[in-house]
């Protein structure tokens, strides 16, 4: 799947046009295990099974990227999640920001089904890992979601929360510290704030709080007929 990214940081601005053929999501990837005990009880508490181990490293098709305005599902029991979005190109790393969309129903019966049904919306900018690495930890995501009319948070929390991402590549890679040529991978999310719930709309955010920028996506859900 073809994305294209516009760069900007320290070393100057650009665009980046890269081929992903490998995507994996970083599953159950919380550095504290206190917190990942509590993301799996919240989605055992809409009937997922625990996760075999921890991490857990999903493989998805790369054609369900998407930079689009807009996904459909089939179904009103899918929800998005924030994640980072590391990429390798031309042998450096860089870092943008993705929605593990998820079908909740599926969940329940199978995990990798149901993160295979779902497009992953990914935000057209993105940032040299290395510009960001020496303060990763600080980094915040957020999402937020339409509720009654009212724009509320749906997830927050800094960076410190998940596993080190390198660590997270070199559990992938066996070893390895850098992704191969077109691999993408999402790196772990935060707790929903009131539990998981769909929504109509999603917003998310990568913030740096050292330089106030962020990088930033949002995107609609249109719910399709689940049919017999």
């Given amino acids: 799947m073809r994305l ?3 760069i900007a940081g320290a070393t100057g601005a650009g665009a980046l046009d890269i081929d992903i053929a490998s ?5 159950w990837a919380g550095r504290d295990r206190h917190a990942i005990e509590h993301h799996i009880e919240e989605l055992a508490a809409i009937g997922v099974p625990r996760p075999s181990t921890v991490p857990l490293y999903y493989r998805v098709s790369d054609s369900l990227l998407t930079q689009a305005p807009r996904i459909q599902v089939v179904g009103g029991e899918s929800s998005g999640e924030v994640e980072v979005f590391l990429f390798q190109a031309g042998g450096e790393l860089f870092v943008s920001l993705s929605s593990d969309h998820t079908d909740r129903k599926l969940e329940t ?6 993160k295979q049904v779902c497009a992953k919306p990914v935000a057209r900018q993105a940032w040299r890992f290395a510009e960001v690495a020496g303060h990763w930890d600080e980094l915040v995501i957020r999402s937020h979601i339409v509720e009654n009319g009212t724009r509320v948070v749906y997830q927050e929390g800094r960076l410190a929360a998940l596993q080190p991402p390198l660590d997270l590549v070199a559990g992938f890679t066996g070893g390895a510290a850098m992704l191969p040529e077109g ?6 999310t935060v707790g929903a704030n009131g539990g998981i719930r769909p929504a109509a709309s999603f917003a998310m955010e990568l913030f740096d709080p050292h330089s106030g920028r962020s990088l930033s996506h949002g ?5 399709l007929p689940e049919v017999a």
């Fill in 4 to 6: 294209a990214f516009d």
């Fill in 219 to 223: 995107y609609d859900i249109e719910v």
């Fill in 23 to 27: 995507l994996i999501i970083a599953g």
């Fill in 183 to 188: 691999t993408a991978m999402l790196c772990g």
């Fill in 109 to 114: 019966v199978s995990v990798a089904l149901s």
